[in-house]
């Protein structure tokens, strides 16, 4: 067959297939959102199949103190909340894949040189503060992609991300349990460890070419001029009384259980059951969140903390009952608030300022749940007091309060977003 001959039509074939792939499209689509919300569910996993029994494997293979072993988990909390402020800025000056991508193979560092630290401190003070850091990165990166994705709605997109949290958080410690068991936790850090780097190598491939931020785009010094903003400073300030609710699951749930005699079995079941109904919730309500628009985001807000906070105050009831019923009611309203809270940051973020801007409530969320994990001390002391039911009236209106506050700002807060919302389309 000579040069030239064949039918037309195979030539446009050929054509087209030798035609490169129109990353564009694939930028702007729903592609970046998916590979994220995927890549997440598969190392979350990894993480909720370490994490929660890192401080037996501590105290009991290496010697440590529950003190040591506290002092390493602030400083996991610190790393991984702390910095997100960082985190963000860096994800707006070099990119949001690219922080991913170096956030999963610092964790994945870390997840390996656990078996090998051996028992002392300081090692595992730096590979845990690695750990936090690069989770930091991997947190702040992974949400600015899917923040940032043009399709399929930005609320409903954070609550897909958030509902494979949710699903890895069910998954993950059931594997860990029997890693735990079988005292091969060691397992458990390779595994995690392999799927960062697996992750690590799709980002590399599947997010290749996304838009990256010219140099000077923004400045370090941009990071100050988020604390000058006034709207950002009081919603991430309400937003706090809506984290330390959720963090209440490791502490004021199973600090109930064994108040009330149950079998602390219990607190296991009930955490799978609430990242159960989560999924259920979010999925339900996700793709109608963004059809309410901004006021409806504001109200759904303000209802969250209600509903979280009322749950919590079912525990004032004894019985296993109520503490199943608080389960079920805090877990709707964790869903509400999880749809929500970033969706209306990333509506306050300047065009170029999306990452830093979610680094703040970032903040939020660990200061949030540095409160929340002292809240401990209170409870012992309104049991040895008898006044539990005082104690769970305070959690309540933790709730309340806040969602009175966003109810009193939604015209002020609903006017700067739109009003930032415009200016971000004319830019």
């Given at each position: 067959?000579?040069?030239?001959?064949?039918?037309?039509?195979?030539?446009?074939?050929?054509?087209?297939?030798?035609?490169?792939?129109?990353?564009?499209?694939?930028?702007?689509g729903k592609g970046p959102a998916y590979v994220v919300i995927l890549?997440?569910?598969?190392?979350?996993?990894?993480?909720?199949?370490?994490?929660?029994?890192?401080?037996?494997?501590?105290?009991?293979?290496?010697?440590?103190?529950?003190?040591?072993?506290?002092?390493?988990?602030?400083?996991?909390?610190?790393?991984?909340?702390?910095?997100?402020?960082?985190?963000?800025?860096?994800?707006?000056?070099?990119?949001?894949?690219?922080?991913?991508?170096?956030?999963?193979?610092?964790?994945?560092?870390?997840?390996?040189?656990?078996?090998?630290?051996?028992?002392?401190?300081w090692l595992w003070a730096i590979a845990i503060a690695l750990l936090g850091s690069g989770g930091s990165l991997?947190?702040?990166?992974?949400?600015?992609?899917?923040?940032?994705?043009?399709?399929?709605?930005?609320?409903?997109?954070?609550?897909?991300?958030?509902?494979?949290?949710?699903?890895?958080?069910?998954?993950?410690?059931?594997?860990?349990?029997?890693?735990?068991?079988?005292?091969?936790?060691?397992?458990?850090?390779?595994?995690?460890?392999?799927?960062?780097?697996?992750?690590?190598?799709?980002?590399?491939?599947?997010?290749?070419?996304?838009?990256?931020?010219?140099?000077?785009?923004?400045?370090?010094?941009?990071?100050?001029?988020?604390?000058?903003?006034?709207?950002?400073?009081?919603?991430?300030?309400?937003?706090?009384?809506?984290?330390?609710?959720?963090?209440?699951?490791?502490?004021?749930?199973?600090?109930?259980?064994?108040?009330?005699?149950?079998?602390?079995?219990?607190?296991?079941?009930?955490?799978?059951?609430?990242?159960?109904?989560?999924?259920?919730?979010?999925?339900?309500?996700?793709?109608?969140?963004?059809?309410?628009?901004?006021?409806?985001?504001?109200?759904?807000?303000?209802?969250?903390?209600?509903?979280?906070?009322?749950?919590?105050?079912?525990?004032?009831?004894?019985?296993?009952?109520?503490?199943?019923?608080?389960?079920?009611?805090?877990?709707?309203?964790?869903?509400?608030?999880?749809?929500?809270?970033?969706?209306?940051?990333?509506?306050?973020?300047?065009?170029?300022?999306?990452?830093?801007?979610?680094?703040?409530?970032?903040?939020?969320?660990?200061?949030?749940?540095?409160?929340?994990?002292?809240?401990?001390?209170?409870?012992?002391?309104?049991?040895?007091?008898?006044?539990?039911?005082?104690?769970?009236?305070?959690?309540?209106?933790?709730?309340?309060?806040?969602?009175?506050?966003?109810?009193?700002?939604?015209?002020?807060?609903?006017?700067?977003?739109?009003?930032?919302?415009?200016?971000?389309?004319?830019?």
């Open positions: 067959m000579t040069r030239g001959s064949g039918s037309p039509g195979t030539g446009r074939i050929v054509e087209e297939a030798s035609r490169p792939v129109d990353r564009t499209e694939f930028a702007e890549g997440r569910f598969m190392t979350n996993i990894g993480f909720f199949m370490v994490i929660p029994f890192l401080a037996i494997y501590l105290t009991r293979s290496d010697g440590f103190s529950s003190f040591q072993a506290g002092i390493l988990f602030a400083v996991l909390q610190f790393t991984r909340r702390g910095i997100g402020v960082l985190a963000g800025w860096a994800s707006d000056r070099f990119g949001a894949s690219r922080v991913l991508t170096l956030g999963l193979l610092i964790e994945a560092a870390a997840y390996l040189a656990f078996p090998v630290i051996g028992r002392s401190f991997n947190n702040n990166g992974s949400r600015s992609l899917v923040a940032a994705s043009k399709a399929g709605g930005i609320a409903a997109n954070l609550s897909r991300y958030y509902v494979s949290i949710n699903g890895a958080a069910l998954i993950g410690p059931l594997i860990g349990t029997a890693l735990v068991a079988g005292h091969v936790i060691w397992i458990g850090f390779a595994v995690a460890a392999a799927l960062h780097l697996a992750f690590s190598a799709a980002t590399m491939v599947l997010l290749r070419g996304m838009p990256v931020p010219p140099i000077g785009a923004i400045r370090l010094d941009a990071m100050v001029v988020g604390l000058r903003d006034r709207p950002l400073m009081l919603y991430c300030g309400l937003a706090v009384g809506g984290w330390f609710l959720i963090t209440q699951y490791p502490v004021a749930l199973p600090l109930t259980i064994v108040h009330q005699g149950l079998s602390p079995d219990l607190a296991g079941y009930l955490t799978s059951a609430n990242a159960v109904a989560v999924m259920i919730t979010v999925t339900l309500i996700g793709s109608r969140v963004d059809r309410r628009g901004t006021i409806g985001r504001l109200d759904i807000l303000a209802l969250s903390g209600v509903v979280l906070g009322g749950g919590w105050l079912i525990c004032a009831f004894s019985g296993l009952g109520p503490i199943v019923a608080a389960v079920l009611v805090t877990s709707v309203g964790e869903s509400l608030f999880c749809g929500v809270v970033d969706a209306n940051v990333a509506g306050l973020a300047p065009p170029g300022c999306l990452g830093m801007y979610l680094g703040y409530s970032t903040m939020a969320w660990g200061l949030g749940g540095m409160l929340g994990g002292l809240i401990g001390g209170g409870f012992d002391l309104a049991a040895n007091h008898g006044a539990l039911p005082a104690f769970w009236v305070v959690l309540a209106l933790l709730g309340v309060g806040p969602a009175i506050g966003v109810r009193l700002g939604r015209s002020y807060f609903a006017t700067e977003l739109k009003r930032r919302e415009a200016a971000g389309r004319a830019a």
